[in-house]
């Protein structure tokens, strides 16, 4: 009888032992979740008749973040950037994806100057004769987390020039919109 109550004690302890391992299991991915994201990225898709598409990353920099973009499809020559309010990419004409992200309620503006800027405002890219742009800066005032992270907001790609006039550049319609998502393999 004894033996037979220690073979008892000793799978019941065994169940405990799987359900706290399974429990563990399952709390894997979301303990890796925790803590502040380093990087974000964005999937850019053409808007109805275009062809511009590309992918932006922002990374966490020594002093604010990196933001790296390849677009392709563009017509050659500069195109307004910007982060804008919605990380809706769900409307053809990417005007779903809102106006200029602004939380701070600043001017529009060039981020390579000193003075006033939407947050979102990222100047312009620029496409060569092949209709493909690169960039890579370091933003030093656009946040990944905080109360102004840009994660959960949209990127517009437009069709003209950003040339930085009020109210927001006149850079014309949507060519691509994405969604600034938290990166994975951070
Ligand atoms: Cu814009």
Redo the contacts with the bound molecule.
Sequence with gaps: MRIRSLAIAAMAAGAVVASATMATLAQGPAMKMEGEPTRAVAVLIPTKDSKAAGTITFSKADKGTRIQAEVTGLAPGKH???I?EFGDASSPDGKAAGG?FNPRGKAHGDPSKAGPRHL?DLGNLVADESGKATYDLIDPDLPLTGPTAIIGHGV?V?EKA?DFGQP??N?GG?VAVGVIGVAKGM
């Design positions: 307004g950037f910007h804008h200029h979102g517009v437009h950003d927001v550049g850079a949507r």
